[in-house]
């Protein structure tokens, strides 16, 4: 009887703990849905506000997150993804919204306001001029103090209320057991790598199809709308490793023709040669429904060549720069790349070592620090002997905080009288440098008449005075290149139009702030070209040039020293007669004839783009299977280890 009585007490016991550990169970369950949902939540609300921040409105972000034919989805799956890994690595619930979400508004914020000034959103090459972008930080900081003021104080909150935000965390937040922390790495991280594998936009992806992701990378701007700003610059990644062209390979540049200069021996006199790119010099006469009194640019205007196509707008220099320098093409290389920054990791050829190679002296100034844009060891590779920066230049006269182009024009003339042997010298003002703040100049001497409210006009005003003053600069060079007895030739040209802001909408010029990136080529060329001077001061101007990009501009200034090359003059050549303009989104001939979005089909390229194509991977990333055919000056300076 008493161990009945003792059996029952036990069974009854057993069925208690059983349904008590079945609550347990079911409360842990219930634990891990909640905390998942609450996951989930954070993700769902990060995305949102990113996608707020870089569009700029709210209207749009719905339709990106839950249409089913968009990745909006996909995008909060791989911040959950995320923030479930982190949490595991951590050992706590919750608090990788501390790292998250800081990583991702911040960049978020950075995007919108590179929209707002240059057009393009954030790429990840981008963080490679980091300390630029902090140099240029107190010319944004006089142009807008009290914005500065809030945003510093702003920065300074963030990261005082983040401290304490993740020490209260710390301390309160659940404790992950490690059989949660090991499920969670075990499922998240495959899920993890397998998107990371999708990732190379030039791979097709039957996965990435399903997750409803589309690489747009000949289009950008639609490529962040459409798959938003976490997945759009997660492709651009991979861009970074720049792949061989279809069809590469020795025997490809062998099967480009390219005729033996060696028996010319160039021109009798060897002229001197300069070339000047200009900070956003543009023609503000363009401007719609505006006068400008007087004209601020009248010798510009009176020796102008043509145009050039700028592949950029309000910014990003140094890939204009690259192109002028190398007749190598940014319509070549991936979206938002920067050559100078990513590329140029060993000599390469350029108007520097041609000229070199011709018995010239050849040398770079720019009054600014020599570091900026990489510019000290791109110089080193282009061959040039000598680079004159702020640091080493004597002081100069002062625009705002930048160096007046006529001071870097009389030191220009300076060194040239000094130069015992013929010269090239390459130069980039700096005069021309937006923002354009009131009082930057002692006077304003051009009148200006327009509807226009009063930030316009302060705008305006300050550009067309720095435009006149350049526009003197130049007079005063050529004035002293006419008394020279050798012969001196001048190239100037603009390397982007000026970010102008609400100027151009406001005179209808234009719709946006910023230019657009794919349109048709008359609406293109309007948004893109720039003045164009080459002068020699025995010949006078090279006229009827048209428009041209940068990458012709070794051809037109050889052409007019009156050198042929197997590579500058030769195949450039060959190009320009088929496209005067090779930009990314446009082929453009000299009768206006486009060919837009010729990229998007490599098997079906022009033969003459093809080749161009192939010489230029050549010569930066491959083999360098034709450098001795088409760069021979640059081949010997390198075999002789100058």
């Not at 651009?236 to 390979?249: C, E, H, R, T, W």
């Not at 000094?418 to 980039?428: H, I, L, Y």
Request: charged residues 20%; aromatic residues 12%; glycine residues 6%.
């Amino acid at each position: 009887m008493v161990d009945l009585v003792i059996g029952s007490a036990l069974a009854g016991r057993l069925v208690l703990f059983q349904k008590i550990g079945a609550a347990r169970q079911k409360s842990a369950v219930l634990r891990q849905v909640l905390s998942l949902t609450l996951t989930l939540l954070l993700a769902l609300s990060i995305v949102i506000a990113v996608e707020w921040i870089v569009r700029g409105e709210f209207s749009t972000v719905p339709s990106y997150l839950f249409s089913p034919s968009r990745p909006g989805f996909t995008t909060i799956g791989i911040v959950m993804l995320t923030m479930l890994i982190l949490d595991a690595a951590l050992g706590r619930a919750h608090l990788s919204v501390l790292i998250v979400a800081p990583l991702l508004l911040v960049p978020a914020f950075i995007s919108s306001q590179k929209q707002n000034y240059l057009s393009d959103p954030l790429y990840p090459s981008d963080f490679l001029f980091a300390r630029q972008i902090m140099e240029l930080m107190p010319v944004m900081v006089r142009d807008r103090p009290w914005t500065a003021a809030a945003l510093a104080i702003g920065v300074i909150a963030s990261l005082a209320a983040l401290a304490f935000l993740w020490r209260h965390a710390w301390q309160h937040a659940a404790a992950l057991s490690q059989k949660a922390r090991m499920t969670r790495l075990s499922v998240c991280l495959p899920l993890a790598a397998l998107f990371v594998s999708q990732m190379d936009p030039t791979q097709y992806s039957s996965i990435r199809e399903k997750l409803r992701i589309i690489p747009i990378v000949w289009d950008q701007k639609e490529n962040y709308s459409y798959n938003g700003f976490v997945i759009a610059f997660s492709l651009n990644l991979p861009m970074a490793d720049v792949k061989s062209p279809a069809g590469y390979g020795p025997d490809a540049i062998d099967a480009i023709p390219a005729r033996n200069y060696d028996y010319l021996s160039g021109p009798r006199e060897k002229p001197d040669v300069i070339m000047l790119m200009s900070e956003s010099l543009w023609d503000p006469t363009r401007l719609s429904n505006v006068a400008f009194t007087p004209d601020p640019m009248p010798t510009i205007r009176a020796r102008q060549s043509g145009y050039v196509f700028s592949p950029e707008f309000g910014g990003m220099t140094a890939n204009v720069e690259f192109e002028a320098l190398t007749g190598f093409s940014n319509a070549f290389l991936p979206y938002g790349s920067i050559p100078y920054q990513q590329y140029v990791r060993r000599p390469m050829p350029s108007l520097a070592t041609f000229f070199r190679g011709e018995g010239y002296a050849a040398r770079a100034l720019h009054p600014f620090s020599g570091w900026f844009w990489n510019r000290n060891e791109v110089y080193k590779a282009f061959g040039f002997e000598e680079f004159h920066t702020d640091e080493t230049l004597p002081p100069m006269e002062r625009r705002g905080m930048f160096a007046a182009d006529d001071s870097l024009m009389k030191e220009i003339m300076r060194e040239g009288d000094e130069a015992d042997q013929p010269f090239f010298f390459f130069a980039v003002t700096l005069q021309g440098h937006g923002p354009y703040e009131p009082n930057r100049f002692a006077q304003n001497t051009v009148d200006i008449t327009g509807n226009l409210n009063d930030d316009d006009l302060a705008t305006l005003a300050t550009y067309a005075q720095g435009v006149r003053e350049s526009d003197d600069s130049l007079k005063m060079l050529m004035d002293w290149a006419e008394k020279r007895d050798r012969e001196t030739i001048i190239v100037l040209w603009g390397d982007h139009l000026p970010p102008l802001g609400s100027a151009y909408p406001n005179t209808g010029y234009m719709p946006q702030q910023v230019a657009t990136r794919k349109a048709p080529l008359d609406v293109m060329k309007q948004e893109h070209e720039t003045p164009l001077v080459i002068w020699s001061s025995k010949n006078g101007v090279r006229k009827d040039i048209g428009t041209i990009s940068p990458s012709q501009l070794p051809y037109h200034v050889l052409k007019t020293a009156g050198y042929e090359h197997p590579f500058y003059t030769g195949f450039l050549g060959r190009v320009q007669k088929k496209y005067t303009i090779v930009d990314r989104y446009q082929l453009a001939t000299r009768d206006n004839e486009a060919f837009p979005d010729w990229a998007r089909n490599e098997q079906h390229l022009d033969p003459t783009v093809r080749d161009y194509r192939h010489l230029q991977h050549d010569i930066m990333f491959g083999r360098e299977y034709g450098l001795d055919r088409f760069f021979p000056s640059h081949s010997w300076l390198v075999s002789q280890g100058s």
